[in-house]
């Protein structure tokens, strides 16, 4: 049910593709070992699906929703070791009230990658402790591995692993086993190329991190305290549906049929991450930002059912199914319904309704009739205009015929070799291109952005601006863009 409704939904209702896919497409599509914002593996699996879908944005929203349903399908095995069936059925559908599993969940990102290798990393640790099997071991290594490429913030959950492996004895005992040294090796093995590329690179995703949690790193005495505390709060609110859903139980404990989990192992897998963030939050002043919390919540059912082990009977089944399905389906009500008033409440659209596909038709055609023998192979501009031109003249059926591919377009974003280091800036100025920017009421001719353009490419020749409407159903508003074209030599 989930994977259908939350797939079908984001592709019936945008008309465009979120702001994080269109930026890991313009990535992607370069198959680099890292990015200068983030590790590679959302945009490699974004690039995956768009090329397997021929760039069909309902791709993305099912890559979405199948790594969302990996998580559920882990937690539901890990809660099987020691809950009942039905139990463990329950403490995974107490999952579908978390928002970053629902209504933010259409947005492919760093974040939502994370979510099925955060899961099989917890669930390998687990059977890995339980059992000392090798082979458990190689699973989390794996599985630690891509999620260090999804994203740093993984950081939070070894340390968490490893904090029990040093404070428990059944943790400590695994180090005269050959088990943690094979994960480590494993883990190794497959970042080895990211980590070369890091040091190429100047390690800039660092950079990014720090920077963006530390602003601009004047932070006053009491942000050491705001910053963790508005955290901590945005995340226990979303802790609200499934604690309505387990109320639905009463208050009554099941003394018959108690867990019997490794309680101290699931603590620490649970709580050890967002308190090594709250804590470097309050020791550096950093701010933190809510959709960090996404995998912080995959452990939230099994914990809570283990824990309070409710009484289920079949009255109270009832009771539980119609809560259940209140905030399984008010998910996909909301997300329709701010597409539609959206525009009618706050200036311009939504970044869904943007209609980058119709500017990608227009700037595609015109390059075809001006230049039928040279392939586009470059677009300009900040990283979602460029990006919605890159990501979209794919779709176009304009392609050149010495092209190699229709997936052959890069984004130059912001004009930066940076950013984009797959740029040749000579390249660029030989084969051409096409430049991209926010239009103004300024003439385009008068616009600094365009002066400072023309001055670093003199040969470039603009073009009349694009008009075109948002893609809104209860609003005519419109948009301009502003593009010039840099003719190929």
């Known amino acids: 049910m989930h994977l259908s409704i939350w797939t079908l939904v984001p592709s019936l209702v945008n008309h465009n593709l979120p702001i994080d896919v269109v930026e890991g497409l313009a990535w992607g599509n370069e198959g680099m070992w890292g990015y200068h914002k983030h590790p590679p593996l959302s945009p490699w699996l974004m690039d995956l ?7 069909s944005d309902w791709a993305q929203y099912l890559l979405s929703q199948l790594s969302v349903c990996a998580a559920f399908i882990g937690m539901w095995l890990l809660a099987r070791e020691f809950l009942s069936p039905l139990k463990a059925l329950i403490s995974v559908l107490l999952l579908e009230g978390v928002y970053y599993h629902g209504y933010a969940s259409p947005e492919f990102n760093a974040n939502i990658v994370l979510l099925p290798f955060w899961s099989i990393a917890i669930l390998s640790f687990y059977k890995a402790i339980e059992t000392r099997k090798v082979t458990w071991w190689i699973v989390l290594g794996a599985a630690a591995a891509l999620a260090v490429l999804g994203k740093y913030f993984t950081g939070f959950l070894l340390v968490s692993m490893f904090a029990y492996m040093i404070a428990t004895a059944k943790g400590r005992q695994q180090f005269l086993t050959i088990g943690p040294y094979a994960a ?32 601009s790193g004047d932070v006053g005495l009491k942000n050491h305290f705001l910053y963790p505390l508005k955290f901590l709060i945005s995340q226990l609110v979303l ?14 404990r099941d003394k018959a049929d108690a867990s019997k989990s490794n309680a101290a192992l699931l603590s ?24 960090w919390g996404a995998p912080l919540f995959l452990m939230s059912g099994v914990l809570l059912v283990s ?62 009739e001006q230049y039928p023998d040279k392939a586009l192979q470059y677009v300009m501009g900040d990283v979602w205009r460029a990006g919605n031109v890159a990501y979209y003249h794919n779709k176009v059926e304009f392609a050149a015929p010495n092209a190699e591919s229709q997936r052959t377009i890069s984004a130059f974003i912001d004009g930066s070799t940076q950013i984009s280091p797959w740029v040749n800036p000579e390249d660029f100025k030989e084969k051409g291109g096409v430049i991209v920017w926010k239009g ?21 020749v603009v073009m009349k601006p694009l008009q075109l409407s948002w893609d809104s159903w209860f609003s005519d508003e419109e948009l301009t863009l502003n593009w010039a074209v840099l003719p190929p030599k």
């Open 49 to 55: 699906f768009a090329t397997l879908s021929g760039s």
């Open 184 to 215: 480590l090796g494993i883990m190794l093995l497959i970042l080895t190329p990211h980590f070369v590329w890091m040091v190429e690179a100047d390690f800039s995703t660092l950079s990014y991190g720090v920077n963006r949690a530390s602003g």
């Open 239 to 252: 802790l609200i549906p499934l604690l309505l859903m387990l109320a639905a139980f009463g208050l009554k």
């Open 268 to 291: 620490f897998m649970a709580f050890g991450p967002p308190l090594l963030i709250l804590l470097l939050s309050a020791i550096l002043g950093w701010k933190l930002r809510s959709m």
């Open 307 to 368: 824990f309070l082990n409710p009484m289920i009977t079949l009255s109270k089944m009832g009771r539980f199914k119609a809560v259940f399905l209140f905030f399984a389906l008010i998910g996909p009500v909301a997300y329709i319904a701010v597409y539609a008033v959206r525009p009618l409440v706050k200036e311009g659209g939504k970044r869904t309704q943007f209609p980058g596909s119709e500017i990608a038709l227009r700037i595609s055609k015109h390059w075809q």
């Open 440 to 460: 103004t009421s300024l003439p385009v001719d008068s616009n600094p952005k365009f002066l400072s353009l023309k001055s670093a490419y003199p040969e470039l």
